[in-house]
């Protein structure tokens, strides 16, 4: 597929920056925080992952993420946008040693994306408004030439370190004006909205994550968002693809395979310390989820650490 050469300087760029820091596959921070840089020479399985508010580019190959249990697909010239915390599962679909899978992100602060907002409300507002009331947190857009063309500053100021702290600030100002003034801009103007559905959800989700181990009570979620329970279920649910109960279990899910493999637990130590009170119901929500049972995850931990 032929993009145009200002797509060939920037994957250049980006696979220089990868081998300016000795990348191998994987992810990798770069001298700009909140920037990294990703290669696969070959498809992936699955990888579980926590994605925070972020901007991702793909140059190169194809990915796709599953949340809720819905899979998106992206490729070469075409990002990934995630407004609020969300707990996905990830898989490079298409990579090879000749065109490695090649992609950037770009970590998105919504405070200074409300500061940037106010500014600007009035020359994006009404014309880029969408009439839904409820948008996932998650979608796809293309690259554009303006986007690429803040890509290919990052990478010139990679190049001239002592100008980071200065210049990138108002690089990364202006993605996230891209950002706003784009197709599903509204997505993120709406998470700015101090009284809005998805800030009033972001709140709950923050709270989950806080207090992932302890019983889950809906009807104080609710009474923090402000909505009624049925309320909170479905704008929780169109925002993240699950529901509150669903996006606790990820979570809880995802820690406990986290200690088994860093602190050692057995499965019943950790099943335990992040609030299950049945091991087999665990070990039977930890197999749907990874495909495998918590002594078998363990087995395959310990045996990835020895290699």
């Known amino acids: 597929m032929v993009f145009g050469p200002k797509y060939d300087e920037i994957k250049t760029a980006l696979s220089s920056c990868l081998a300016g820091l000795g990348a191998e596959n994987g992810v990798h921070k770069t001298a700009i925080d909140g920037v990294m840089v990703m290669r696969e020479t070959a498809p992936t399985g699955l990888i579980h992952m926590m994605y925070r508010p972020v901007l991702c580019l793909v140059m190169q190959g194809a990915k796709q993420v599953t949340v809720g249990g819905k899979t998106t697909g992206f490729q070469a010239m075409q990002s990934l946008v995630v407004s609020v915390d969300l707990p996905v599962i990830g898989k490079v679909t298409r990579a090879t040693c000749d065109e490695p899978f090649l992609a950037m992100s770009i970590d998105i602060d919504l405070a200074e994306i409300r500061d940037l907002l106010a500014e600007i409300e009035k020359d994006v507002g009404a014309g880029n408004t969408s009439s839904k009331t409820d948008q996932p947190a998650l979608y796809i857009e293309n690259v554009d030439d303006a986007m690429l063309d803040c890509a290919g500053r990052i990478f010139q100021l990679l190049e001239r370190p002592q100008a980071i702290s200065v210049v990138y600030p108002l690089i990364r100002r202006e993605i996230y004006y891209w950002l706003l003034s784009g197709p599903q801009g509204d997505v993120l103007r709406r998470m700015s909205l101090p009284d809005g559905h998805t800030r009033r959800i972001a709140r709950a989700i923050h709270k989950i994550r806080s207090a992932f181990n302890e019983s889950l009570r809906i009807d104080q979620l609710a009474e923090m968002a402000g909505m009624s329970v049925s309320s909170f279920h479905q704008h929780f649910k169109s925002l993240t693809g699950m529901t509150p109960l669903q996006y ?25 310390e992040v609030g299950y009170e049945s091991s087999s119901q665990f070990s039977r929500e930890f197999a749907r989820l990874f495909g495998m049972t918590p002594r078998q995850s363990i087995a395959r931990m310990r045996t990835t650490t020895i290699n």
Do not use: P, V
């Not at 606790?248 to 637990?265: D, F, I, S, V």
């Open 248 to 272: 606790q279990k990820e979570l809880r899910l995802r820690e406990a395979r986290h200690l088994m493999g860093t602190n050692a637990l057995s499965a019943t130590e950790a099943a335990y």
